[in-house]
């Protein structure tokens, strides 16, 4: 089968007849250019949702089918449209040679990273956006190998689809749930159900309660009873009961919640949907817990899920440094648990702890423990690292903590929230601090003296408390790089004096949810050796967990002399001034901060340009755009120049050319006297 030479919608329409007769291609979804779904009557259809099998983007002629695939992502991550309809089991493209397909479920977390710009044109294949989800759609298109030839592959394609498109559900009339749907019925579900639960929800997510645990319940339950009494809020009936727990008497009680409408949407909305899902998704949905937490608590508590490929890569670190037999010689203690996850993987029970700062963790945990997970349930207890005194902790654990010789054996095995004070709109003016990250917790209060600027970070919060409280031991912990080279944490690192023994560096966005392009490290610690970090050769590796090299990390000493300083040093004061240059911050991350206009008004971070500092100016401008900021260099500082450049006039020349070019020039003659104009009014045949 070959489809040359034909317009794009008798594209669509001879594929769909050649290969998808069985089923319903008649659904428009928003811009998706392609649908197909299973066959039902008119009247099942105006009462339930029954979802998608493929959506798909085509193409007349031939094209780049990966490519297309991204620009289907960002088509549906644009409009959300996972949010108004079921998702389908497969993404893909296709254009008049072949097709592609992928799993939805192998990509859905995309959608679910916030700090991404999902009004990009999803045409523009030259975005960061682009390039991002790119590199992942490749990874997994040649893993699963799920692409075909129209022409020599018809036969294998039929029986793909022969196979693979069926949804087991023709004849019901309820929607299926499984891991690739499940957290699009709960966006549905805080429509039509959660504002009927009578529950403050305000003082509910003060309280450590979130809906999510209420949704958890319907979800896992048959005839509204829950299935799983160890849920944080069990569904019973026509209520909810949670914070389950012994009286003084010794009997269990438990708080009540009814619905406000006598559970009139609760029922409607549950008629539409089969409850529960097939029992071999349970592990995973109460593992993924995370997804339901709101977003401002996950970054304050660290309810973020490790993913798998960097929890088993962090353990083989582990096994480098501490040797084969670590997990038997040694004593584990995982403090930001969430739901255990990190855990995964290790196999003496008897020497793990685990212990999270909310109690549904806890009970996910447990419940993880009665369908396999390698823990003991009375080592997996609730404990808020920041605020509680160690006389909380089991005694065992207790007396591990209170031993020299035994402290010397425990590792200390996390991946914190990455939380801070202030985030990028607060710091560029546009927001507040975030409530809950600092000054309410005792550890801030005890340490933030001593450690200065590090404190408005939570995971430094953990760190300090551990070198200072609990020394001796090991510590291997995933967060970003800056308190071994932000000169921010000069002073954290005046004092925390720990040998780092090994580092491996990958992509924040691998995590769920982390924001931004920048590294993320795992880190071994040895606190027992007292050192000044200078420097580190870490390890690389790409989002698939393929090594790709090694990067120098160093430690911005006091002797670090940053770019701006240099160029601050040649402030002139406003007279003939020919524009003003605003310098940023010195790392860079904060590249978009580097332009040239007429007028700054942030004079604190802004040079007025002279013909005095003007090659300075233009060197400095050259050098911070000419290299591309990347996740990996996110954190990499500017320093002072040598001598060299004052008489190398070629360099001088380049540079000047480079600034009167660039995007971040934004001269123009609207605001004022253009100085930056590079060509005669007879070259250009200017008009004025």
């Not at 099942?44 to 490519?67: P, R």
């Not at 709109?425 to 005890?446: A, S, V, W």
């Not at 050796?529 to 200078?534: E, Q």
């Not at 050319?657 to 005669?680: C, D, R, V």
């Amino acid at each position: 089968m070959h489809y040359s030479n034909i317009r794009e919608e008798e594209l669509k329409n001879k594929v769909a007849e050649d290969y998808f007769g069985a089923f319903d291609r008649t659904k428009i979804i928003g811009n998706i250019d392609f649908c197909v779904s299973m066959k039902s009557d008119r009247n099942q259809e105006l009462l339930f949702d029954k979802g998608s099998l493929l959506w798909a983007e085509a193409k007349k002629g031939k094209s780049d089918i990966i490519k297309s695939l991204v620009q289907l992502i960002l088509t549906i991550g644009k409009a959300r449209t996972f949010d108004k309809h079921l998702p389908p089991a497969f993404l893909g493209a296709f254009d008049a040679e072949r097709i592609a397909f992928i799993p939805y479920n192998k990509i859905h977390d995309i959608f679910y990273v916030t700090d991404f710009n999902w009004n990009v044109a999803p045409s523009n294949y030259n975005t960061k956006e682009f390039i991002l989800i790119h590199d992942k759609v490749k990874s997994e298109i040649e893993k699963s190998s799920l692409h075909y030839d129209f022409a020599d592959d018809s036969k294998e394609l039929k029986d793909f689809i022969k196979n693979n498109f069926n949804d087991g559900n023709i004849n019901t009339s309820k929607v299926q749930i499984d891991k690739n749907n499940f957290v699009v019925i709960y966006n549905k579900w805080l429509n039509k159900v959660k504002p009927t639960i009578s529950v403050n929800w305000e003082v509910a997510k003060k309280n450590g309660i979130i809906d999510g645990d209420f949704y958890l319940a319907d979800l896992l339950s048959n005839e509204n009873n829950s299935l799983k009494d160890n849920l944080f809020v069990v569904l019973k009936a026509n209520e909810y009961q949670f914070n389950r727990h012994k009286d003084i008497y010794g009997a269990f009680s438990s708080s009540t919640v009814q619905f406000n409408d006598k559970q009139k949407n609760h029922n409607e909305f549950w008629s539409k949907y089969e409850r529960p899902p097939k029992e071999e998704y349970w592990d995973y949905i109460i593992e993924r817990r995370d997804l339901l937490v709101p977003q401002d608590v996950r970054e304050r508590k660290g309810s973020f899920f490790t993913p798998q490929i960097w929890v088993e890569l962090s353990q083989k670190y582990l096994t480098d440094v501490l040797g084969e037999d670590w997990q038997d010689e040694h004593y584990i203690w995982d403090c930001t648990a969430g739901t255990g996850n990190l855990l995964t993987g290790l196999t003496n029970k008897y020497n793990i702890w685990a212990s999270t700062l909310d109690k549904q963790d806890v009970e996910v945990m447990k419940d993880r423990i009665k369908n396999g997970a390698n823990l003991l349930e009375d080592h997996v207890f609730q404990f808020d690292f920041l605020n509680d005194e160690f006389e909380k902790l089991p005694k065992p654990l207790y007396e591990i903590i209170n031993n020299p010789e035994k402290r010397k054996k425990l590792v200390i095995y996390i991946n914190p929230p990455y939380a801070e004070a202030g985030d990028s709109k607060q710091r560029t003016g546009t927001g507040k601090n975030k409530e809950g990250t600092t000054i309410e917790n005792k550890i801030y209060l005890k340490y933030s003296d001593l450690i200065g600027k590090a404190s408005n970070e939570l995971f430094t919060q953990f760190l300090i408390r551990i070198y200072k409280e609990i020394p001796g031991c090991n510590i291997g912990n995933f967060s970003t790089i800056k308190n071994i080279q932000s000169p921010n944490f000069q002073v954290f690192r005046s004092v925390f004096k720990a040998k780092l023994n090994k580092l491996f560096l990958v992509q924040a966005n691998t995590f769920d949810n982390v924001k931004g392009l920048f590294p993320i490290g795992f880190f071994i610690w040895d606190t027992k050796i007292n050192v000044n970090f200078d420097e580190i050769l870490a390890d690389v590796y790409n989002r698939n967990g393929v090594i790709e090299g090694q990067k120098l990390v160093l430690n911005y000493n006091d002797n670090f002399k940053s770019m701006v300083k240099w160029l601050s040093s040649l402030r002139d004061n406003k007279s003939n001034h020919i524009g003003m240059m605003n310098m940023g911050r010195n790392d860079f991350q904060n590249q978009n901060l580097v332009y040239i206009k007429h007028d700054i008004n942030d004079v604190g971070h802004s040079i007025f340009l002279t013909l005095e500092n003007i090659k300075e100016t233009f060197i400095f401008f050259t050098v911070r755009h000419c290299i591309e900021a990347t996740w990996l260099n996110d954190r990499d500082q500017f320093l002072f120049p040598n001598d060299g450049w004052m008489e190398d006039k070629e360099f001088q020349n380049d540079c000047l050319a480079f600034t009167l070019f660039h995007g971040q020039n934004k001269i123009t003659s609207k605001e004022g006297t253009n100085h930056w104009i590079p060509f005669t009014e007879q070259e250009v045949n200017s008009r004025e």
